[in-house]
């Protein structure tokens, strides 16, 4: 970095001049001034850090209006906003029990159905896939992540849900037996907690099957060998070594998954029936915070109707955070226990 | 090498003049924009060359946000009326709870909705909001039930207690007393209602408030309600398209839907006692049942369903432009009374064709004299 300190010629003394330098300077073209490169670095570094800060506290602003335009239900329901079930926009009720628990148990269902199939493909793909056949199957996979959620919502009302209505949900309850869990009785009308979580699920399969993919092709190739060295078969090597090496990084690709599927709205609003009630059956219709905002927002006239909405959008944005926030500890312990491993 | 890197710079150089060109471009129209602004701030400050031509000035512009429903018909008139007269209208379809919301907090000359405002949403405007109806809407039962063709004739407690989940088989003896001689099949009905906060469902559930006083106790009505039973459907197309999809499946969408998409339909029995299959005519003619009724100063906020006359169907309903009373900006105001008024003549004779019903004669004749009273001297 000596080549940065030219001075004007002239100017003596200054900090780190050195001969050469003044030498280079005298010629006359090269007279850049650098010296007040501190001032430089400062302006540099606080424009950066204004930029890094602008970003959480564009968070906390949008937690705080959203918070205090919700206040009026949070004070009017209190604790009941979160367990009540009665939504009723023309007496002024509001409870969005229903609605939480749509959001949480369609994104868990689509978690359930996505994981396994998207680590299978990524698995596959590191692992077993002819460089021929990985690039065009990983980019096809990732394709999904570019369909806009409207074309998922328009598929699943004219494929999916009749598809589930006829086949799948009779045989899942008829012909398997399994109509006496309570998860898969009542009748199939289609648009149901079911049809909700597959379509999040194949929305969200591109997420965790990319991330896995890139986490797994990133271990080394060392790791692979030394367990192929000690006699493991193809599978043990895949899962006692190569798997558990990328355990935390699986895991950021699951959650960016899950983030995914709890903000959803389109796809699910077409799908999901819209009814605020609370079912053990899978078959039944349910609702989801983003469906319910997404619903109601744009006739809702009444002061309170409004503010309740606004409440859900608030507790949908804690949702997230808490379970972002679970993900990160999850991801932190996996990584220490694994670097202590492998240390 | 140098040869390619100049040939490069060259081309570089080349397309950064034909950007510029570009640029130079729209900086030209930029400025024919600015002028055209220029005349809309002309227009602002009541002088003679704003008031000729019949209150019409070239350039002016509104703004207007509100209901969905009528979006197709304003769109037209609107792009007629532009074509006549200049007057640029920019209307944004957000719903009618939106279009309230935006005239309550003044950031549009009007707003549009098919459910007249509450008594609580007048009293948060702090100002006197006019409610001019402009065309008529109608709601109709739609189903599918295997092995009927023919119409299902429903009567308005049959229908209040299907969509309360009282009646759950179509062979219940009430609707085969309505149907003789219709194999109704033994099968469940599943209710699809909206899901989304609708005009739609405002109209359907106040007719069967009116009909029904269990309804009308609860749920009662409003854009959005908490039903009973049933799945909610995004939209009209949401509602057709689970109906077409389910065997015993009825919901209720809007009349143009229902025709522009062959949908079956079924008759509904009026005030009258005649079962009336849902017409543009029939609406009109509930909305002329109506009108012989009302006084002289009525704020029009009046419901048209289950409306006296022969031939007049019953789930019937205004649609409302809403604006206010007292001016905010004098010229806008008359723009937009002079737009109304050939709305409510010319405008009118467009309806049909694009599946909603006019006004009635009586009902444009009250509201041309009601836009005439709020008309200044000057662009009468």
Known sequence: MTSTTIERPGRTGGPGTGPPASTSARRGRFRVRITGSAIGDRVYGAAVTAFAICVPLLLLLIAIEIASAGWPAFRRFGFSFLTSSAWDPVKGTFGAAPAIYGTLVSSLLALLLATPLALGVAVFLSEFAPRAIRQPVAFLVDLLAAIPSVVYGLWGIFVLVPVLRSPVMPFLRDTLHLGGIPLFSGPAYGPSMLAAGVILAIMILPYISSVSREVLLAVPRSQREAALALGATRWETISGAVIPFAKSGIIGGIILGLGRALGETMAVTMLIGNRPQISASLFAPGYTMASLIANEFSEASGDLHLSALMAVGFTLFVITLIVNGIARWLVWQVSRSAGGRAG | ?380
């Open chain 2, 1 to 380: 090498m140098p040869s390619l890197s100049r040939l490069v710079a060259a081309s570089l150089v080349g397309s950064l003049a034909g950007v510029a060109g570009a640029c130079g471009g729209a900086g030209g129209s930029g400025s024919a924009g600015g002028s055209t602004s220029s005349t809309i701030n002309a227009t602002k400050t009541p002088n003679a060359a704003a008031s000729a031509g019949g209150g019409s000035t070239a350039g002016a512009q509104l703004t207007g946000a509100g209901a969905t429903f009528p979006y197709p018909i304003y769109s037209r008139w609107f792009a007629e009326y532009a074509t006549r007269t200049g007057v640029k209208i920019n209307y944004q379809s957000i719903g009618s709870g939106g279009g309230i919301r935006q005239l309550i907090d003044g950031t549009v000359d009007f707003g549009a909705s098919d459910a007249p405002m509450s008594d609580e949403e007048l009293a948060r405007a702090k100002r006197p909001i006019l409610h001019i109806p402009t065309v008529l809407g109608a709601v109709v039962v739609t189903y599918n039930v295997p092995g009927v063709t023919q119409p299902l004739a429903l009567t308005g407690d049959v229908v209040a207690d299907i969509f309360a989940g009282k009646i759950t088989r179509w062979n219940d003896q009430r609707l085969a007393a309505l149907n003789p001689g219709v194999a109704l099949p033994p099968q469940d009905i599943l209710v699809v209602h909206r899901s989304d906060g609708s005009g739609t469902t405002y109209i359907f559930s106040d007719y069967l408030s009116a009909v029904s006083r269990t309804w009308a106790a609860s749920p009662g009505k409003g854009k959005e309600l908490q039903w009973p039973v049933g799945i909610g459907g995004k939209g009209n197309e949401g509602v057709a398209g689970q109906v077409k999809q389910t065997p015993g499946a009825i919901g209720y969408v809007e009349l143009a839907y229902a025709r522009q998409n062959g949908l079956p339909i079924g008759t509904v029995k009026n005030a009258d006692g005649n079962f009336v299959t849902p017409s543009i005519d029939a609406v009109t003619a509930a909305a002329a049942g109506v009108a012989a009724k009302l006084p002289p100063n009525t704020d029009f906020r009046v419901s048209i369903v289950n409306a006296p006359g022969a031939r007049a169907y019953p789930i019937s309903s205004f649609t409302y432009i809403l604006m206010d009373r007292t001016a905010r900006n004098a010229n806008r105001q008359q723009e937009l009374i002079a737009f109304l008024r050939w709305a409510l003549t010319d405008g009118e004779k467009e309806a049909a064709a694009l599946d909603y019903a006019p006004l009635p004669t009586a009902i444009q004749a009250m509201l041309i004299a009601r836009l005439d009273s709020l008309q200044t001297p000057a662009h009468a």
